[in-house]
């Protein structure tokens, strides 16, 4: 069985920054693409960035220039650094794992950021 296991949520003042981590528990070689999401009460579900395979990264509009997304292959871990935290960015952080036949989805991580 394939899990996906976030950490790295928390509260934060606007302006600050955390950093999630999603661990698989196989070889992150094995999926096309990482993926975090995000939804916040009351708006549809987010794409914020998401890493390739080949190393290719893209961003929503709404993170360009504060968050960054990497991956650490020999720990099958991907992160998300977000700086300049703002009240906006509040929602719960999902990590997804895909390849041509599976979808993953890990629970959830969540991110408070007060104003």
């Known amino acids: 069985q394939v899990q996906l296991v976030e950490s790295g949520g928390g509260l934060v003042q606007a302006g600050g920054s955390l950093r999630l981590s999603c661990a698989a528990s196989?070889?992150?070689?094995?999926?096309?693409?990482m993926t975090w999401y995000r939804q916040a009460p009351g708006k549809q579900r987010e794409l914020v960035a998401v890493?390739?395979?080949?190393?290719?990264?893209n961003y929503a509009d709404s993170v360009k220039g504060r968050f960054t997304i990497s991956r650490d292959n020999a720990k099958n871990t991907v992160y998300l650094q977000m700086d300049s935290l703002k009240p906006d960015d509040t929602a719960v952080y999902y990590c997804?794992?895909?390849?041509?036949?599976?979808?993953?989805w890990g629970q959830g991580t969540q991110v408070t950021v007060s104003s």
């Open positions: 196989i070889n992150i070689f094995s999926f096309d693409a």
């Open positions: 890493i390739t395979s080949g190393g290719s990264r």
């Open positions: 997804n794992a895909n390849n041509e036949w599976r979808e993953f």
